[in-house]
């Protein structure tokens, strides 16, 4: 009997450590919380009140099937997925592109992070939209 319940923990931590890494490589964006804490999804969009609504599931018409609410002043930054050509497209009102792998949020604006050393100070009010761009 001890045997069986070896084998099924094994069995169990292998195919949770399957499910973790299946989602690390997962494109899309990675909410960094300041408890420490990563959430995944898809699209990101700034709810009215201010708090931002990431699709963690979609269904095959790209409609939210789960999202989380995340308040601004819980996050810690935003960033692309870890591969190298996945990146943020963040389009502004003129015409204007930015493309970055990390932003992070300050109250009303989005500081986006352009280089190791530049970042822009961009408001929420000039973002018309702000999109994974993999």
């Known amino acids: 009997m001890k045997i069986k319940s070896l084998i099924f923990a094994i069995i169990f931590s292998i195919s949770v450590s399957v499910l973790a890494i299946a989602q690390e490589g997962q494109p899309g964006f990675v909410i960094l919380l300041k408890n420490g804490s990563a959430v995944r999804g898809r699209t990101l969009t700034r709810e009215t009140s201010g708090q931002l609504r990431l699709a963690m599931t979609e269904t095959a018409s790209g409609e939210p099937k789960s999202y989380a609410i995340i308040d601004v ?57 702000i999109s994974f761009n993999g």
Do not use: M, P
């Open 73 to 129: 002043e819980d996050t810690e930054s935003i960033r692309a997925s870890s591969s190298d050509t996945d990146s943020i497209l963040i389009k502004l009102h003129g015409g204007s592109e930015l493309r970055c792998k990390e932003f992070s949020l300050n109250g009303n604006s989005v500081i986006v992070k352009l280089g190791t050393q530049s970042r822009i100070e961009v408001r929420w009010e000039d973002i018309t939209s």
